[in-house]
């Protein structure tokens, strides 16, 4: 699909050059700098499956354009379901309010721009049909009940999303991506001694059909049992400062809220975040490097072009310690005066982009998993997280762990739950004082909230030593 003509992709949502250059000129008429038309055709597949029996199916379908102004730091933005030349007129007349001059700034003739794919797949999901999709579940949910004779129910949810997207700006690029997604997310419950517990695995990634193979299956139904059967013999942690062993994968969320969120330049920008006055300052030990990448291939919160136009790449905020970028949008990397990295998204046609993360993850250090956990003498080694509260000014943040260990004399021992974690986002990065050479990517369906927009990201760690962050609970 990449290799479509302009002609066969402007027919998608049923607009020509002409129509889109006089929109962008209207948008433009009050003296506006910069203008973009974002178009989306997006179609999602929902199916949940409770024990036995299919308990919800339905289908949503997104269709329409977003229209943007800027004027210096402001937007102007309105949007429409309908794509016609007299809705798309009226839209863009009322994005042009953002500006009030007499200086105007025509479009470029558009050309369009190639861009490279970095989740290329072989069956697109319109073609899938709801049977193969069920028999994916059903497959998993026998696995599940009968992996352990504990489990007493199931539920199985399977997503499929194909979002087609042409963006058109009055620099002059025209671009098109297609922008696949599935998500399966399996829960159990499980019971023993009249005890019950409860917990999850997901597996998310910008894939198609193909990639759920009998291996995957088996993960994810081997994944979810055992993470429930485990919290049986699970305790509490005693309260108080120690030493934290974060396990490699999705403990990253830590490293993408308690510091991710305040490197997005929009922050930095309107001097709300505690890095805005760090770029080229250490803010980690020299072990520590951190990236934001749009370019992983078929991670969840890959990218082929950001939200407004622009090249998505590898972008490093921390390398060897020292903070090196914030994550810019066309806004704020024009205040900045530096490039932009591509980190311009939004939820849909509905919302104007603003600073968002992709993959953000830590690159691997010297040291071992074990040497890690054996440096420790008291303290948790951390598995799974859960939802989170972090102060985006301050930094602060309170975290749930749903399991992890105890670590006792460099050993892991009793399994821990239902633990509280509480820092401050900059002092634990500067804690961070061992990185091991297990990097992992979070596979689960990961989705970010800023500003009421939801979009998929994904995050990645190695193993990490944090010598002191306090911990909520009781043994």
């Not at 797949?121 to 504990?150: A, C, G, P, Y």
């Not at 993470?227 to 490699?248: C, H, N, Q, W, Y």
Request: charge should be positive; include cysteine.
């Amino acid at each position: 699909m990449k290799n479509m003509k302009l002609s066969n992709l402007l027919n998608l949502f049923k607009v020509d050059k002409n129509l889109i250059n006089k929109t962008m000129s209207i948008a433009l008429e009050k003296g506006g700098d910069y203008c973009d038309l974002y178009f989306q055709n997006k179609i999602a597949n929902y199916i949940s499956l409770e024990d036995k029996s299919v308990n919800k199916a339905h289908t949503n379908i997104d269709f329409g354009v977003g229209i943007r102004v800027i004027k210096g730091d402001q937007t102007g933005y309105s949007f429409t379901e309908e794509i016609s030349p007299k809705s798309m007129e009226s839209a863009a007349q009322t994005a042009a309010n953002i500006a009030n001059g007499t200086k105007k700034t025509p479009p470029f003739e558009l050309k369009i721009h190639n861009i490279p794919d970095y989740y290329p797949i072989k069956t697109q999901w319109e073609h899938v049909n709801i049977e193969q999709k069920i028999s994916i579940l059903k497959i998993i949910n026998e696995k599940i009940f009968s992996l352990d004779k504990r489990v007493i129910k199931s539920n199985i949810m399977f997503m499929d999303e194909s979002s087609y997207i042409l963006i058109a700006s009055s620099d002059g690029r025209i671009c098109f991506d297609f922008q696949p997604m599935t998500t399966i997310a399996a829960s159990c419950t499980a019971e023993q001694n009249g005890k019950k517990e409860q917990n999850s695995f997901s597996i998310s990634g910008r894939e198609d059909i193909n990639f759920f193979t009998s291996s995957i299956l088996e993960r994810l139904a081997k994944e979810t049992v055992s993470r429930t059967v485990k919290l049986f013999d699970a305790i509490k942690s005693k309260p108080g400062e120690m030493e934290i062993v974060m396990a490699s994968g999705s403990s990253g969320i830590l490293l993408h809220e308690a510091i991710g969120h305040g490197m997005e330049a929009d922050f930095n920008r309107k001097k709300i975040s505690i890095f805005s006055d760090k770029i080229n300052k250490q803010v980690a030990e020299k072990i520590v490097s951190i990236v934001d990448d749009g370019i992983v291939h078929h991670m969840r919160g890959s990218i082929n072009i950001d939200d407004e136009n622009i090249d998505t790449e590898k972008t490093f905020l921390v390398k060897n310690g020292i903070l090196k970028s914030y994550l810019h949008d066309r806004i704020s990397s024009e205040y900045f005066k530096v490039k932009p990295t591509g980190n311009g998204r939004r939820q849909s046609f509905r919302y104007a982009p603003i600073p968002r993360m992709r993959n953000t993850y830590m690159l691997p250090g010297p040291h071992k998993k074990d040497e890690i956990i054996k440096s420790v003498k008291q303290g948790l080694y951390t598995e799974f997280f859960s939802n989170g509260q972090v102060l985006i000014g301050a930094g602060d943040f309170t975290f749930y762990v749903k399991s992890g260990f105890l670590i006792e004399n460099g050993k892991l021992t009793y399994p821990v739950k239902d633990i509280n974690i509480i820092g401050n986002g900059p002092d634990v990065l500067n804690k961070v004082v061992m990185v091991a050479d297990d990097l992992k990517m979070a596979e689960g369906a990961w989705t970010c909230g800023k500003d009421g927009q939801n979009i998929p990201v994904s995050m990645g760690l190695p193993t990490i030593k944090v010598s002191s962050i306090t911990v909520g609970g009781v043994r």
